[in-house]
Structure formats: C-alpha cells, structure tokens
C-alpha cells in the first residue's frame, strides 16, 4: 500500500511558506489506519518492549494502539502542567525561544525496553529531548518510531545512537 498518497498536502499552513502533512486523512481509512500500525509494530515484535513512550499530541495516536500489539504499557511524554504526579522535566529548544516535557518519575524503571513514537521527525528536538527523559529514568530505548520524516530538517542526525524506523519520507 502506498502510504504516501494518504498524506494531504496543505499548503501555507499553519504559516505562509509551510507545507502541513496532514495525517488526517490517512487516520480516517480503517486499512491505512492498520497498515501503518502494522509497519511501525513490526521491527519490534519479539523485541519484548515493555513500555512504549508516545509524544504529545499525535503520537498518543499511534502509541496506544502500538503499545496493545506489542503487549507493552504506555507512558504519555507531555507538555508542562499536564502530569499531575511526581515529574522529570527537560527544556529544549524551538525556533524561537525554549518549551519543556515532561514524564511521570515513576514511568520506567531501569532496564525496561523502551520504544518511543511519534508522528512526524523533523528538527528532532521533541523526540531527543524524550530519548533524554527515557535515559535518565534507565530506559533501554529499542528504537524510535515515525509515520514521516522530513529529511531535509535533518532531525535524525540528533539521533545517531538510536534505531529509527519511518514510513514516508519528504525531502
């Protein structure tokens, strides 16, 4: 299946000059839906993780689904206030300016296998700053999962100790 002509392409959002990958309408076709489940699940199955870690927002999309097939619990990384028991926070960079994410202290215990997913790499500052929150908590990261990577952003260079697996590629 070509996974790629599910994506639409939107146009100057959410700013001019930006092209949005809309995952909407790949999300809405019940076979698209699975294929993509099925194609981030398999370079993981017999892996034994025991924790997937999903990205706010959209990668909790894809995360508890994920976390079901492969037999594994869910821990959300969110953004700050959203997390109402004991946190390990970690600041990172934007653009312009700095956010924070953050996971539940008692989330992983060391030498759990970890897989993390998310919908899209780009810069790749969400997904190290979650490799980051991982680690420190013991984590034995597996791999990292995406739907789409946008290569020219060169996100997966911040990622060079870390398995990644993606579907749909955009230069």
């Known amino acids: 299946m070509d996974l790629k002509s599910k994506i639409r392409e939107v146009p100057n959002f959410p700013k001019e000059g930006i092209l949005f990958y809309d995952i909407t309408t790949l999300l809405k076709e019940p076979v ?49 206030g959203k997390l109402p028991a004991e946190k390990l926070e970690e600041r990172y960079n934007l653009e312009y300016g700095s956010d924070r994410l953050a996971i539940h202290r008692d989330a992983i215990l060391s030498g759990e296998k970890v897989l993390i997913v998310d919908d899209l ?21 597996q791999g990292v999962a995406f739907v789409i990577e946008l290569l020219g952003l060169k996100g997966r260079d911040k990622l060079q100790d870390v398995s990644i697996t993606s579907l749909i590629t955009y230069e």
Not at 51 to 67: C, D, H, N, Q
Not at 121 to 141: C, E, P, S, Y
Request: glycine residues 12%; positive net charge; proline residues 6%.
């Open 121 to 141: 790499l780009a810069t790749g500052g969400t997904v190290l700053t979650t490799v980051n929150l991982v680690r420190k908590l013991g984590g034995d990261i």
């Open 32 to 80: 698209a839906f699975q294929e993509v489940l099925r194609r981030l699940a398999a370079p993981f199955v017999g892996k034994k993780i025991e924790k997937v870690v999903a990205i706010e927002s959209r990668g909790f999309i894809f995360g508890a689904p994920l976390a079901e097939r492969l037999g594994a619990g869910l821990i959300p990384v969110r953004k700050p």
